[in-house]
């Protein structure tokens, strides 16, 4: 079945630098890699995903590549914000059914 | 609009008791609904999923089951309770042909002591 790696686990940044978060997915069949971002205590929610036909996408300050061949893809973070500070999550989609498999979740920390 | 409740959103529950969490997905038909657990360190972890009432795939070998009676309702359940089996539990829709976003409710934090 997929296998989704992601990494760093931890990323502290400064407010207005930049914050990379990659992954990695052993299923060539996948096709759809959401990502998602946990605030504290809350419920993960979409905030930017890619299909295996693009190769990049961007929603102001955020952007997603894919590396359809190495099997990775990033999310980027410009001009971090405080409030961009929580658990975010890539996933996979795996199998027929196209569930989704999450990465372990990287927790960002942006610092005044 | 579509919504997807899920509840209870604390339970602290003694070892080897049952558990019971239940989730209902309102404004759509035959969703795609998931468990997922999520624990310290491990992310999110997919539980068991189901394509259509009384239809339950297992991701996992464990102490927990899931049921969908209606179409739109998924539970999951446990006989006996265990330490390990502590967590946040998050029921999930997707829409049916897959491959889409994931909905997720607001969680259980269940705490077994």
């Known amino acids: 079945g997929e296998n989704v790696e992601q990494h760093p686990s931890t990323l502290s940044v400064q407010e207005g630098d930049s914050a990379v978060i990659k992954c990695t997915y052993s299923d060539s069949a996948s096709n759809y890699f959401p990502w998602y971002k946990q605030e504290l205590g809350k419920r993960p929610q979409l905030i930017i995903d890619?299909?295996?036909?693009?190769g990049e996408k961007k929603d102001q300050r955020i952007a997603v590549t894919l590396n359809k061949t190495a099997k990775h893809f990033s999310l980027h973070i410009t001009e971090t914000q405080p409030e961009d500070s929580a658990v975010y999550f890539c996933?996979?989609?795996?199998?027929?059914?196209?569930?989704?498999?999450f990465g372990k979740g990287t927790k960002l920390s942006v610092k005044p | 609009s579509q919504t997807i409740h899920q509840w209870p959103a604390t339970l602290v529950q003694p070892v080897g008791s049952p558990l019971s969490l239940e989730c209902t997905v309102e404004g759509t038909s035959n969703p795609n609904l998931y468990w997922y657990r999520q624990a310290a360190g491990r992310g999110l972890q997919l539980l068991f999923y189901?394509?259509?009432?009384?239809?339950i795939s297992s991701e996992v070998p464990q102490n927990l089951s899931a049921s969908r009676p209606q179409d739109r309702q998924f539970i999951l359940s446990s006989k006996k309770l265990l330490l390990s089996d502590s967590g946040f539990y998050l029921c999930?829709?997707?829409?049916?042909?897959?491959?889409?976003?994931?909905?997720f409710g607001q969680g259980t934090r269940l705490t077994v002591v």
């Open positions: 890619i299909r295996s036909n693009v």
């Open positions: 999930a829709w997707s829409v049916t042909q897959g491959r889409t976003e994931a909905f």
């Open positions: 996933a996979a989609s795996s199998g027929s059914q196209g569930n989704l498999i």
């Open positions: 189901s394509v259509g009432i009384g239809q």
